[in-house]
């Protein structure tokens, strides 16, 4: 590869603060909140123009249940209810209090300006329209984060970095070890079409009759209503197969690949759905939502057997109900096993169930995250927060999803703030003191 030479220079100092947050979806959002509340100065960096990440520039308008699988105990709190208790005073949320599949819809463009209000009403310093560019080290800790954006190329000093990036983009390039898995779950690009569920019409069989036709694979997804637009669903049904979203090229194509699926959708609809439905594209994501990329390796990695026996670990910051779910990596079917040890695996024919497990009296009812899977002892200043957390494939299925994520942003923040406090590593957090906290919060921690 032909070579550039560019030359270095001095960057200026934007800002030096306590703890600098890199990417601003929920969970960076709820890192930056939670250290702020706790005296931390904070910076929190997003490179699109609003945060909120796969819930807003990715349409997806879910969060899961807040219960355990018998939905007869609270186990999720925090920042996650806050935000729907906010939503909730001005309608923007629909609520299904007993469901595996959906615990809250969430009206997103409303969820853009509350995360706003959340940053600015504790004086956090956002910085929208910017990218974390490479971190500058000094020995084996981060000294600050080169950031680039209209004013041109920065640095942002601080004494801790949380790394919320999904990918571990700041990570990496810090050293930290990582695995790119073969066969990831792929990415959707989803959109908000009227009309797109009608009386009568099963639009999973008029996608498995036609989808040929145009230059689409078989798949199979979902879609739900959104809250106060009765005529109007938001789309998720096709997948982009055969690519990692952590690599730009790769990353380009799944993006508009991913808009070709939503008009080939569109035109099959127009042409074999009902007549005169006025089926209209409303909105496509401005993003498309990545489901797996990278893993960093942290001092735990969470296992799918952990997670399906659920198992308690005695520094656990986050809990969880949602099922193991796996994505296919090519023909649309997924892979759900639950945790009272039945499996259902659906596909664009069809759904088939069975066990993981023979029957037992008593089945556990959520499990933990531990707070070894945010970091790697290595790098004694910097914090991992979402997707990109050290798990293995099948506790990966599980504890993906959003309300699972905005915990460990949470925990993230807070232990930033008591390293800051007691002087020590992030690896040398108390997690009895980190756990106090976190429930002092809000967090529930069982």
Known sequence: MATIFEPSHDLPVWADVDICVIGGSCTGVFAAVRAARLGASVVLIERTNCFGGVATNGLVLVWHTFLNTEFNKTIIGGLSQEVVDRLKKIDAVDMTETSSNVGFRLNTEELKIELDMLVLEHRITPMLHTHGCVPLMDGNRIEAVAVENKDGRGAIRAKIFIDATGDGDIAIQAGVPYIERDHLQPPTTCAKVRNFRQDGIQFADIYREHHTEFGLLPDSGWDSHLPGIPDTQMVAQMHVFGVNAA????????????????????????????????????????????????????????????????????????????????????????????????????????????????????????????????????????????????????????????????????????????????????????????????????????
């Not at 991913?258 to 994501?285: E, F, H, N, W």
């Open 247 to 446: 690599h730009a090229t790769q990353l380009t194509h799944a993006e508009i690949e991913g808009r070709r699926q939503i008009r080939g959708i569109m035109d099959m609809l127009r042409k074999y759905g009902p007549k005169g439905s006025d089926i209209t594209l409303v909105q496509l994501a401005s993003y498309i939502g990545i489901r797996e990329t990278r893993v960093l390796e942290a001092a735990h990695c969470l296992t799918e057997d952990e997670v399906l026996n659920g198992v308690r670990f005695p520094d656990a910051i986050a809990n969880g109900s949602y099922r193991v779910d796996v994505h296919a990596s090519e023909g649309g079917g997924f892979l759900f096993k639950y945790l009272d040890g039945t499996t259902l695996f659906a596909h664009n024919n069809g759904c088939q169930t069975g066990r993981w497990r023979e029957e037992t009296p008593e089945n556990p009812t959520f499990y933990q995250i531990p707070y070894r899977c945010l970091y790697n002892p290595a790098r004694p200043n910097l914090l991992f927060a979402g997707r990109m957390i050290h798990a293995d494939r099948g506790a990966f299925g599980a504890i993906r999803v959003m309300v699972n994520l905005n915990q460990t942003g949470e925990a993230a923040g807070t232990a930033a703030v008591l390293a800051l406090n007691e002087n020590v590593p992030i690896s040398e957090v108390n997690p009895t003191e980190l756990r106090k906290t976190l429930a002092n919060g809000g967090s529930m921690m069982l």
